[in-house]
Structures are given as structure tokens and as C-alpha cells.
């Protein structure tokens, strides 16, 4: 009995089912990776084509286009989307893809549960748009108009809408908790020989804590939202100062979620960043250890933190000081992460290759959303930053920049080993630069557009704030426009192209790079053993 | 061959079962929404949309429907699951990964009681201390005395007028929750002396002990009813009771419902085990069953604690 | 990519011609109250510091990127065997830099800022009560000269200029019909409330927001320095009607506020003499209420926005009957769902007094394409009447 462990699949298993049987029923890691990417990209555009709809209207002052419920129909369901449909779920692809590859495993550890995991995400995005549909047949007055965030007691206020959204977010909510529990019985149970935690690759650490974060968070945001639906329907009085209920609690309740929920869209990121700067500047990642205490503290300090999004409702000031000093120290492991990520490109042997730009682009427009983050947490000053268009620059920076920029990366370095072909650099590079620059061009006029007193939410506004809006609206439209040519260089690579090899980059480290591009269905047929 | 089949991890085929099951969900939560709205009636009684009360009527068979597809797929899910653990595919690794997986549901169910619990603390220590504590001449709640329980100080919110019942009590520690205590508790402790009987391997005291665990919750679950009754139509306790009924009401009904899932699945186990399932060394199935029959009694007795007691 | 760098400078230049607007700013407006004064040297000091580290950073990086490359023959040093002591080392110093930032030079004034922020009693010589409701503020002053005075201040930018079909008038958005009035120089104590939904009352200029919870008070302050006329808005999202519900502050001198409180206060007694009216009267005064009040949802034509918001016109409950035999208004009646309002339909009694709301029931049970049979007419005096 040799060390190695071999990991047979079942003989017959190889014939899997063509066609859509094969997507509907498909246990395999890759496969349902697959799902998750398209069915991701296809939400981005979705949830991008509304919030198009949304800058279109705000092109100039006066109504336009759509009267003031569709307005905050579109922003809701905008925000909605592209955080639970697209962000996620690109997140989630990644995992179901690389993390078996890179941990040596034959598979998830639960593959029927994985298949579940994904196909719960198309009825939940069924249920958010629904609504639109229903409108037009005269059934309800349309989506939920209440902003991705369900405040009470416009929440309850509202109409079927807020229902539909209830339910889509049970269902996103219970097939994050399946993912979860599968990545992290994955990354306990499926490790080749050899790997310990403390060699894993950094994608691995990211997604873990990710997974956790995800465990402790979605289901009190679950809680809340059954809250609201039995205020709703059941006459309960929780957020309702006649029963002896409170509108804030549902904040505290919802942002116990709403905050980790942003380092969980970004805790992947920040795992596989780290992995592509290492490739293209042909050097070992600095300060792995650092890295990996920073992510852990990160998720430490992300579930304490959670009032600063509601500095204005009123709390007593020990409270307020509380969260403010807490919220800043999550700067802390995050100028070390950015440390570590500049010193690996440091003196090391850099090509820009288009994952590598979007690596560096992503460092610089995110310190600049991190940054800005690290103002919004002064208690004072977010009196005049709250609910104004400065936090709507701020998330964009850290959502957009930090997030699908971030998955931008990972597809471009990624896609060659999904594939098995290059996709076009030149193309490439144009997508990088076309979105860099119009995604700045969009939501720096928002920065200022803030601080001069516009606030969010508003289907129209006053005039000194038109040029900027102006502005802001064309920089939207080309954004959006070079999307599509990401669309055209991902179907283009799928269909073709020149081979790629097994290794791809140069620099590249970890065991995916070791098996062929693309992999066989069966990744491992030999569990891998790490020294 | 022998260390082939030990390191051999097992990838089930493919399976239709999770995508008809979210078909299920989509039918069953769209077929919720369109009867609620369409049911849906305002405190005074009257109904809320008088114009899309058509709805109602389809929206409950959507419903059933959705239920019904999702309770076969359940059902046949786990009957694969099951034939593949009688005819030895799960081994130890396998095994592991169930375990860890279990471990975690158990973390996240911890989580989503957390959220009524926080609501609980909230409301009786920040919200309903902070609508009693306004100067009398600024204040919308003239003679409201912060005291737990508490209905609330009653008002109009969004154009429905909500008054407190005067009649109104709380329910009480002993009596029945008492009751309800000892019974989960020794439950607890039979689900254990079946396990015991299970490692021993004396098949007996297996199906005795499963028997007799859910004798147990099917008593508690008829208590509970009882309790829920009694409330419904003596106390003038109800889940329109303000910050009180609706915690109440909530954390024990969430709890019921934990408790009913339980019982289903020990009722499962009991059978599998009449049947011969289960071995001294490998019994998954039995042990999550028992995982989350201890977390449902750990539950129980934080709220016996801050629900009932204090 | 030429040509993405044009449209870059092209975007940049046409950025900075925009200073061209008078009353925009690149930063925060100019602050009127010691609070806003505050906040603006916390935010200017902030952003000073993270601007420096910004640069700091990217150019730190920029340097690497240019030299370190792999096009230009860079060899990548043979970090040795990470000695991970020395690497915790190293990374200790951006944590110890952050950590100065954080909670010394960021976190001292953060702290001074708050507690001034949230000291509202103290030295307070005047109290008001807001209440933010579906989309509407109304004031009321509790002590002081103006003790009693209570309004509602609706937005004044009329339908044509949102539907662009009249052009838009300088403070688009930003105008109200009834402005709250403050004199300038004392601490003024709002306490803070709504009674539907969360509202956020927020002027710029002032630094100071707070939600507006139903139910529950809140408290905030200000203290106005200057005299001038300030505007802001509603800053929480409220429904529809979020971006049309604008905060317009008047600060005036002491003598002045004296004397417009004393002026309100005669107005307000006035209008609560009850006399009786003619139809002519009251249909003229109510297509004013109606406009100002009842337009935003059932729309100045009657039409209403179905299914949520339902027509006027042809409306059965504001055609029919009103009062019963004994002379008392019914239940579900024009006048009870006026008064009291039902679901989304807000209660005016707290909001309108009796003439007006006589005006409006008359205005829509004779226009608006309506023509009542029975009770076509609501006097003031029914009104009070129907309040007890
Ligand atoms: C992925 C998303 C994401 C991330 C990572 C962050 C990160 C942070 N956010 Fe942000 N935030 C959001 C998404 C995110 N946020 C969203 C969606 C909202 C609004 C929600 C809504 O209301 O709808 C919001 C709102 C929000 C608020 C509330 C504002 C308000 O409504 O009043 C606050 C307040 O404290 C805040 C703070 C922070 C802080 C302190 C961080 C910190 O984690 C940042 C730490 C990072 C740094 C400090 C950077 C360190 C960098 C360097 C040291 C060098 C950089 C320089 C170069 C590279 C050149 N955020
Ligand atoms: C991951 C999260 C994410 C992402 C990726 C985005 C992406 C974008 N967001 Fe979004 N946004 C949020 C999360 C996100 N947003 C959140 C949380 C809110 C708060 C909501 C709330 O207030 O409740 C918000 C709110 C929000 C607002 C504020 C609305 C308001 O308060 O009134 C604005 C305004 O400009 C905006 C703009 C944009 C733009 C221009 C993009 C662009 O990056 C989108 C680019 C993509 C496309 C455009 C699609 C691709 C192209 C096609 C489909 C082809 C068709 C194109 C053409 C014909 C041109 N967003
Ligand atoms: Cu009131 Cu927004
Ligand atoms: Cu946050």
C-alpha cells in the first residue's frame, strides 16, 4: 500500500447524461461551477440592464422616463440581483471550479447537495422579477420598492413585491447555507495528503471563513425577513412601536447580516488575488501567514461592526463610539492584506497580462472604496455622508471595483484552464481599460455629487447637481456597452481559440496548473500528495 | 485492492431530485405569496385587497402542489440515500463528510433561533423601556409602564388601529412548560440509551429507546398544542399580542416545528432500525438524527429560561 | 486605445468646467452651524489623510510597476525561505501605521465630534417637534414665543415643472410653501418623529440628520449662525414621494422670529374660528389643499394611480352619503376616511384643521368630475363636530 490515495469514480458513472439532463442532474464540480458562472453573468447583465434604466431617468432633472415607484422598484431589485444573483454566485462558481483543483480533491464533498445548492438560485431569481411581470397583467403594483435593504414599516407598507422578495431571499439564503456547508466539509474532509491547512492556497482560506461568515449570518437575516412577512400578514408587532416592536430592530437584525455580507462577496476576492499576483511577478506570495490572520480577523471583527450603517437613527453615544472605533479597525488587517499584495509585486518579475491588470486596477480603485469606508465610519461626518450618493461611490468602488473587477481577474485567469483555449489579449486589455476608465468616469461625479447634499434613492433631483449626474449616466452607458465585449471575448474563448497549455502563465503555482487545460471531467483519478 | 476501495471517495450519479425540489419551492412560496395577498385582512378584520382576492383560491393550490413535490422528492432523495448506505458505498471518509456537514446545519439552525432570541432581548430590554421612558408632555403613550410582559402601548400604525388586550396574561413557567421540560429532557436521555443499545449492539434496546424518544416528542407536541389552545382562548394571549405574543408565539411555534421535523426523522430512523439498519460502527443516520434532536432540546431549555421564566 | 484616452480627457475636461453652478460645491456646503462646522474639519482632516496615503501608496506601486517588470528583463529577487518572523515583522508596520490613524489622529477628534453631536439638552432655549409623514413635514413649536404654532410644509414645485412641461424654477425641488422658521443664534432641540414610515430630516448645511422612527423620539440640535434660507431633504427612503419631500429652513433675526411668531399665531387662531362658508368657498380653498395634500397619490385630475392608489372620480365613498340619520358622520363615510385615513391612506385630522378639511371634501365631491347627490356640502363647524 503505497502513500497515495486513489480516488475511483464509479465506472458507470462516466456515461453521464447529455444535453439539458446532463445541467439538471449533473453531480460534478465543474459542471455545476459552469452553472454558477453563466448563470452569474447572465444576472450581472440582467441586474445591470435595470440600474441602465435607472441612470437613463437620472440623465437630467424632471421625470423621464418611469414614474417614482418603478424608480425604487429598479434600484431594489438592481442591488438585489447583482449581490445575491451575480456576485455570489460568481464567487460560488469559482469555489465549485478551483476549489477541488486546488486542494487535490476528487470532488465536492456533497455533490447532490452542490446540484441542489445551484438550482435553487433560478426560482429565487423568478421570485425577485416575478413581480414586474405580475404588474403587467394588473396582479400587484410591481417589484419591492423599498430598497435592497426592506426597511420596516415601508416594508410593510408594500405590496406583493416585498413578498416575493422575502421568499427570493429564503431561497438565496438556503442555497448559500448548502454551499457553505459544502465548501467547508470540502476543504476539511477532501484535502489531498500532505496539504495542511497552513499550506492550503489562499482561495481556500478566503472561501472558508466566507463560509462561515455565511453560517452565522444568513439565517438571522432569514430570521428577520419572517419577521417582517408575519408583520405583514400575521399581525405580529415586531417592528412596530404600537406592539412594543421597533423599525430599528430590523436594521440591527438585517445589518447583522448586511455587514459581514460584504466581506463575504469579497473574502473569495481576496483569496485568489493574492494567487495572480504571485503568477505574474513570478514570485512566491508574501506574508502567507499574515494574510491568512488577516482574513481571520477580518471575519472576526465583520460581525461586530454592524451599526455603522445607521449611525442617524439615534443610539446612545457609548454605542456609537463603539461602532466606530470597531468599524475602523477593520482597516487594520486590511492595510496589511494591502501590504502584502504590493510587496509581492515588489521587486518580483512583472508581465500585465489582462488578469494582471485587473489585479492592479482592482488594488487601486478598491483602496480608494476601502479608504472612503474607512471616512463613512467617523460617526459625525456620516451625518452628512448617510444615505447620499458619497456612500453610493463608496460601494460601487468596494462592490463593482473590489468585487466583479475582482472576478473579472479570476475569469481572465482562469478561463484559459476552464476552457482549454486563450482567450484574445487584446481584446482583453480593451475590456480592462474601457471599464476602468468608464466606471471611474461614473461614480467619481457620485463622490461629489455626495458631499454637495444629493441624496440616494431620488428619482429626480435639484438642478446644481445635473452635470454631474450627466456625466455619471454616459460613463454608466459605456460601461455597460464594454460588458458586452466581456461577453463576446468569454462565448468566443468557449468556442475556440489557440490551445492553452497545462501550466497557462508562467508563473503559475498550485495544483490546478498541473492537470491538463481543460481537465478531464474527473479531476484527480489520483488524489495528488503535497510535501 | 484492499486499500483501492478504502481511499475510494464516492460521487453519487446524477440526480433530478434538487431541481424538481426547487421547482417544488418556486411553486410552493409563489403559491404563498398570491394567497396571502389575496387573504390577507387588516386587524379590524376586513380584507386587505379586496381586488386581488381571486388570488387566494389558486395561490393555496400552487401551494400544496409546490408542497407535495417537494415532500416526494424529499422522500425519494433520501430512499437513494438510504440504499446507498445499506449497500456499503458511504465508508469512513464519506462518513467524515456527513458528519462535518451535519455539524455545520446544526450551526446555522443556532443562528436563525439567535435572530428571535436578539429580537426578544431588544424588545424587552431597548425598545419597550424606550417607548415608556418619554416625558409625559412630549410622549404619544400618556399611561405606558415598561414592564415585561408587555403588549406594547397599543396606537395607529399605518392607518390599523392596534389596542392592547386588557384581559390579557402571560404564560406561566410551571404547568404545562414544566411538563414540556421534563418530557424533552428525558428524551434526551433515551435517544442516548438507544444509541448506547446501538453500539452494544442489542437491537433491542435500539427500538425501544427510538420508541420511546418519540413517544416523547409526539407528547410534547400535544402538550405544546394544548398550551397554544389554552392561550388562544383563555388568556387572550395571541401572536397579535405586541412585542410579548409575537416572541412568544414565534420562538416556541419555530421551535414546534423543530421539534415536529424530529420526530419525523426518529420515526424514520425507528423504521430503518426495525428494518436492521445500522451497525455498531457505522450509523450516520442515526447519529444526525440525534445531533439535532439534542440541539432542539438545547433550544428548548434557553427557552424555558428567557421565554418562560424570567 | 487612443481613443479611450481621449474620451478619458475628454470626460476630465468637461469635469472641471463644472464649477460653472453657483450654488454647487465640491464639498460640502458652506456650513452654517457649529455642528456642520465640525463635521466639516473631521472630514476635510480625513480626507487629507487618506488622500496622503493613497498617493503615498500608489506611488510606491507605480514605481514598482514601471521598474520591476518582466518585458524590461527583471529578475525576480529569490525572496528567501520567508522567514515568517521577520515577514510579521514587516507587516506590522502598515497595522501599527492604521492603527495611529484609526484611533489617534482620526479617533481623538471623532470622539469630541460625537459627543457635541449628540448633547442636545444642554443649553437648548427652544424645542420643536418634527414629524415626518408620507410626504410632508410638519412642525410644531413647543415653548418659547412661538409656543403653539404648528404647520405643515409641503413641496411647492408644481407637476409641470417635474413632467417638464414649464420650466424649471431655480430651486427645483428645493422650495415648500410653509418653511420652517428659526431665529438665528439660539440652540434649537428638535425632537424628531413620523407617523408612517422612517423619514431623515437632513439640511446640509446644518450637519445634522436624524431618522424620523413613528412611535419612538428622537433628538438631535441646531444652532444656526447665519441668517439665509437653507435647504435640504428628506433622506431616508419613504415611499414614492421620497424625492419630493424637501426641507426648507428660514433663519431669521430674534426680533424677526418674534414677530412672525406673533403673526402666525393670530393666522392659526383665525382659521380656527369656525364660520360657515359658501360652496363657491369651500371648492375654491379645497382644490388648493387638494393639489398641495391629495395630488401626489390620487392625482390632480381625481384619476388616481389604480390598483394602488384608487380614483376619486366616480368614487363611490366620495360620492355617497356621509351622515346618517342621527346627524353623526358613518363609519367608511368621505369624512371618516379623511379624518382617520385606512392602510396607506394617511389621517389628516392631525395634519389639516376643520376648514380645510371641509374644503376638500367639498372641492372633490363637486369637482373632479363628481357630482354628489346627497351631503354635496361639509361645513367647518361638521367637522369639528365629527373631531369629538
Ligand atoms: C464589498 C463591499 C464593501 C466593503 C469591502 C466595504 C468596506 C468598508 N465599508 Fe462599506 N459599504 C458597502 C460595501 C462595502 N464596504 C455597502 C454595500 C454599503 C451601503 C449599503 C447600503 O446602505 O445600501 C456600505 C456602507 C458603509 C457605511 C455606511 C454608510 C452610511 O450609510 O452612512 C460605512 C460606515 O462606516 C462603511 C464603512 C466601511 C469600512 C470601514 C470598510 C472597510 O472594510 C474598508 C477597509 C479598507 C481600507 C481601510 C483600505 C486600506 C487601503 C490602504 C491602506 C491603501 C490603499 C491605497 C492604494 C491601493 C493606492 N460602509
Ligand atoms: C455587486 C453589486 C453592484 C454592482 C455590480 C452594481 C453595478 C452598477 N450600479 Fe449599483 N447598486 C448596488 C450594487 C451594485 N451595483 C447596490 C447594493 C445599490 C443600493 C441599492 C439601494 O439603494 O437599495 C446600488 C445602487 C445604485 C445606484 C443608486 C440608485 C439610487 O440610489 O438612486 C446607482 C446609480 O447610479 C447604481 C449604478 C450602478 C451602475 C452604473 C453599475 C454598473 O457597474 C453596471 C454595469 C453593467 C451593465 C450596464 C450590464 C451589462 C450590459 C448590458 C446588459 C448590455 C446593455 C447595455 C447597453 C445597451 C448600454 N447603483
Ligand atoms: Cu421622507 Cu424620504
Ligand atoms: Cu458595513
Same mark, same amino acid.
Given at each position: 500500500m503505497s502513500t497515495t490515495t486513489v480516488a475511483h469514480h464509479d465506472e458507470h458513472h462516466d456515461d453521464h447524461p447529455t444535453g439539458i439532463m446532463r445541467w439538471l442532474t449533473t453531480t460534478n464540480h465543474k459542471d455545476i461551477g459552469t452553472m454558477y458562472l453563466t448563470f452569474s453573468l447572465v444576472m450581472f447583465l440582467v441586474g445591470g440592464s435595470m440600474i441602465l434604466g435607472i441612470r437613463a431617468e437620472l440623465?437630467?432633472? =424632471?421625470?423621464?422616463?418611469?414614474n417614482p415607484e418603478f424608480f425604487n422598484q429598479l434600484i431594489g431589485v438592481h442591488a438585489l440581483i447583482m449581490i445575491f444573483a451575480a456576485l455570489m454566485p460568481a464567487a460560488t462558481g469559482f469555489a465549485n471550479w478551483m476549489l477541488p483543483l486546488q486542494i487535490g480533491a476528487p470532488d465536492m464533498a456533497l455533490p447532490r447537495l452542490n446540484n441542489w445548492g445551484f438550482w435553487i438560485l433560478p426560482p429565487s431569481a423568478i421570485l425577485l422579477t416575478l413581480p414586474f411581470t405580475l404588474a403587467l397583467f394588473g396582479v400587484g403594483d410591481g417589484a419591492l420598492a423599498t430598497g435592497w435593504t426592506f426597511y420596516p414599516p415601508l416594508s410593510v407598507q408594500g405590496g406583493i413585491g416585498v413578498d416575493f422578495a422575502i421568499f427570493a431571499v429564503h431561497l438565496l439564503g438556503i442555497s448559500s447555507v448548502l454551499g457553505s456547508i459544502n465548501i467547508i466539509v470540502t476543504i476539511y474532509n477532501m484535502r489531498?495528503? =500532505?496539504?495542511t491547512l497552513m499550506k492550503m492556497p489562499m482561495f481556500a482560506w478566503g472561501w472558508l471563513i466566507t463560509a462561515f461568515l455565511l453560517i452565522a449570518t444568513i439565517p438571522v437575516l432569514a430570521g428577520a425577513v419572517t419577521m417582517l412577512l408575519t408583520d405583514r400578514h400575521f399581525g405580529t408587532h415586531f417592528f412596530d412601536a404600537a406592539g412594543g416592536g421597533d423599525p430599528i430592530m430590523f436594521q440591527h437584525l438585517f445589518w447583522f447580516f448586511g455587514h459581514p455580507e460584504v466581506y463575504i462577496l469579497l473574502l473569495p476576492v481576496w483569496g485568489f488575488i493574492p494567487q495572480i499576483l504571485q503568477t505574474f511577478s513570478r514570485k512566491p506570495m508574501y506574508g502567507y501567514k499574515a494574510q491568512v490572520y488577516s482574513l481571520w480577523s477580518i471575519g472576526a471583527l465583520a460581525v461586530v461592526v454592524w451599526a455603522h450603517h445607521f449611525f442617524t437613527a439615534g443610539m446612545p453615544v457609548p454605542a456609537l463610539l463603539y461602532f466606530m472605533y470597531s468599524t475602523m479597525a477593520i482597516s487594520l488587517p486590511l492595510a496589511v492584506l494591502f501590504y502584502c499584495w504590493i510587496r509581492t509585486m515588489w521587486k518580483g518579475s512583472m508581465s500585465f497580462e489582462t488578469p494582471m491588470l485587473f489585479t492592479v486596477g482592482w488594488i487601486i480603485l478598491f483602496g480608494i472604496g476601502g479608504l472612503t469606508g474607512l471616512v463613512l465610519a467617523d460617526v459625525a461626518a456620516d451625518a452628512q455622508y448617510h444615505n447620499s450618493y458619497f456612500v453610493v461611490a463608496h460601494f460601487h468602488y468596494t462592490l463593482f471595483a473590489g468585487g466583479i473587477m475582482g472576478i473579472m481577474a479570476g475569469v481572465y485567469y482562469w478561463l484559459p484552464k476552464m476552457t482549454g483555449h486563450m482567450y484574445n489579449e487584446k481584446l482583453g486589455k480593451t475590456h480592462f481599460w474601457l471599464t476602468a476608465i468608464s466606471f471611474n468616469v461614473t461614480f467619481i461625479p457620485q463622490f461629489f455629487v455626495g458631499l454637495a447634499g444629493m441624496p440616494r434613492r431620488i428619482p429626480d433631483y435639484a438642478l446644481q447637481f445635473a452635470e454631474f449626474n450627466m456625466i455619471s449616466t454616459v460613463g454608466a452607458f459605456v460601461l455597460g456597452l464594454s460588458q458586452l465585449l466581456f461577453v463576446y471575448i468569454i462565448l468566443s474563448c468557449v468556442k475556440g481559440g489557440k490551445k492553452a497549455t497545462?501550466?497557462?502563465?508562467?508563473?503559475a503555482q498550485g495544483l490546478e496548473w498541473t492537470l491538463p487545460s481543460p481537465p478531464p471531467y474527473h479531476s484527480f483519478t489520483e488524489q495528488p500528495v503535497v510535501k | 485492492m484492499a486499500s483501492h476501495s478504502e481511499n475510494h471517495y464516492f460521487v453519487p450519479h446524477g440526480s433530478i431530485y434538487p431541481a424538481l425540489i426547487s421547482v417544488g419551492l418556486l411553486s410552493m412560496a409563489s403559491g404563498f405569496v398570491f394567497n396571502v395577498t389575496g387573504s390577507d385582512t387588516r386587524l379590524d378584520g376586513s380584507i386587505k385587497n379586496p381586488a386581488l382576492s381571486y388570488l387566494a383560491t389558486p395561490g393555496k393550490y400552487m401551494m400544496y402542489l409546490g408542497l407535495a413535490i417537494i415532500l416526494t422528492m424529499m422522500f425519494k432523495w433520501l430512499s437513494t440515500v438510504v440504499t446507498e448506505s445499506i449497500t456499503g458505498q458511504y465508508k469512513k471518509w464519506e462518513d467524515k463528510s456527513f458528519r462535518i456537514g451535519m455539524i455545520v446545519f446544526i450551526c446555522s439552525e443556532v443562528a436563525f433561533f439567535a435572530a428571535f432570541f436578539g429580537a426578544l432581548f431588544y424588545m424587552r430590554v431597548l425598545s419597550v423601556p424606550d417607548l415608556a421612558s418619554y416625558a409625559p408632555d412630549i410622549t404619544p403613550y400618556k399611561d405606558f409602564l415598561s414592564a415585561w410582559p408587555s403588549q406594547g402601548p397599543g396606537g395607529t400604525v399605518l392607518g390599523e388601529a392596534y389596542k392592547p388586550n386588557p384581559e390579557f396574561h402571560p404564560m406561566s413557567w410551571s404547568g404545562l412548560p414544566l411538563i414540556n421540560t421534563l418530557l424533552l429532557l428525558s428524551s434526551g436521555a433515551t435517544i442516548t440509551w438507544a444509541h448506547w443499545g446501538l453500539i452494544k449492539n442489542n437491537r433491542k434496546q435500539l427500538i425501544i429507546g427510538l420508541f420511546l424518544t418519540i413517544a416523547l416528542g409526539v407528547t410534547f407536541l400535544c402538550c405544546q398544542a394544548a398550551e397554544y389552545h389554552h392561550a388562544y382562548t383563555e388568556m387572550g394571549l395571541t401572536l397579535k399580542s405586541g412585542a410579548y405574543g409575537a416572541t412568544f408565539f414565534m420562538l416556541t411555534g419555530f421551535h414546534g416545528f423543530h421539534v415536529t421535523i424530529g420526530t419525523l426523522m426518529l420515526i424514520v430512523i425507528w423504521l430503518r432500525s426495525i428494518k436492521g439498519h445500522f451497525t455498531p460502527e457505522h450509523h450516520f443516520g442515526f447519529e444526525g438524527v440525534a445531533w439535532y434532536w439534542h440541539f432542539v432540546d438545547v433550544v428548548w431549555l434557553g427557552l424555558y429560561i428567557f421565554v418562560y421564566m424570567l | 486605445m487612443q481613443g479611450m484616452k481621449k474620451l478619458g480627457v475628454g470626460a476630465f475636461a468637461l469635469f472641471l468646467s463644472l464649477? *460653472?453652478? *453657483?450654488? +454647487? %460645491?465640491?464639498? +460640502?456646503?458652506?456650513?452654517? %452651524?457649529p455642528m456642520a462646522l465640525d463635521t466639516l474639519h473631521v472630514h476635510n482632516k480625513f480626507m487629507l489623510i487618506t488622500a496622503v496615503i493613497f498617493v503615498a501608496v500608489l506611488a510606491i506601486m507605480i514605481y514598482s510597476i514601471v521598474t520591476h517588470r518582466h518585458s524590461k528583463g527583471y529578475k525576480p529577487v529569490a525572496d528567501k525561505a520567508p522567514s515568517t518572523a521577520v515577514e510579521i515583522f514587516w507587516t506590522l508596520i502598515p497595522f501599527a501605521i492604521l492603527l495611529l490613524i484609526d484611533f489617534v489622529i482620526m479617533g481623538i477628534p471623532a470622539y469630541h465630534s460625537v459627543v457635541m453631536m449628540e448633547d442636545t439638552r444642554d443649553q437648548s432655549t427652544m424645542v420643536i417637534k418634527i414629524t415626518g409623514s408620507q410626504w410632508r413635514w410638519q412642525y410644531e413649536y413647543l415653548d418659547g414665543d412661538a409656543k403653539g404654532i404648528k404647520f405643515v410644509s409641503n413641496l411647492a414645485t408644481s407637476n409641470d415643472q417635474m413632467h417638464n412641461e414649464a420650466d424649471k424654477g431655480e430651486h427645483y425641488l428645493l422650495e415648500v410653501d410653509n418653511p420652517l422658521v428659526l431665529p438665528v443664534g439660539e440652540k434649537v432641540r428638535i425632537l424628531m418623529t413620523a407617523s408612517d414610515v422612517l423619514h431623515n430630516w437632513w439640511v446640509p448645511q446644518f450637519g445634522s440628520s436624524r431618522v424620523a422612527v413613528p412611535g419612538f423620539i428622537r433628538e438631535t440640535w441646531v444652532q444656526v449662525e447665519k441668517a439665509g434660507v437653507y435647504r435640504g431633504q428628506c433622506k431616508e427612503l419613504c415611499g414614492k414621494g421620497h424625492g419630493y419631500m424637501p426641507v426648507v429652513v428660514n433663519a431669521v433675526s430674534k426680533e424677526e422670529f418674534a414677530q412672525w411668531a406673533n403673526k402666525k399665531q393670530d393666522e392659526q387662531k383665525a382659521a380656527n374660528d369656525v364660520k360657515e362658508m359658501t360652496k363657491d368657498e369651500l371648492v375654491a380653498q379645497g382644490k388648493v389643499v387638494y393639489e398641495k395634500n391629495c395630488a401626489v397619490c390620487h392625482q390632480v385630475t381625481g384619476a388616481?394611480?389604480?390598483? *394602488?392608489f384608487p380614483a376619486l372620480t366616480g368614487s363611490k365613498i366620495a360620492t355617497?352619503?356621509? +351622515?346618517g340619520a342621527d346627524g353623526k358622520y358613518q363609519k367608511d363615510s368621505h369624512l371618516d376616511r379623511v379624518l382617520n385615513g385606512k392602510g396607506v391612506m394617511p389621517a389628516w385630522k392631525a395634519t389639516l384643521n376643520d376648514t380645510e378639511i371641509a374644503a376638500v371634501i367639498t372641492y372633490e365631491r363637486n369637482a373632479l368630475g363628481n357630482t354628489a347627490a346627497v351631503d354635496a356640502l361639509v361645513q367647518p363647524a361638521q367637522v369639528k363636530a365629527a373631531r369629538e
Open positions: 440623465f437630467k432633472p =424632471g421625470l423621464q422616463l418611469m489531498a495528503p =500532505g496539504m497545462d501550466n497557462v502563465w508562467e508563473g | - | 464649477s *460653472a453652478r *453657483a450654488d +454647487f %460645491t465640491w464639498n +460640502f456646503p458652506e456650513p452654517v %452651524t388616481g394611480l389604480p390598483p *394602488a355617497g352619503p356621509i +351622515f
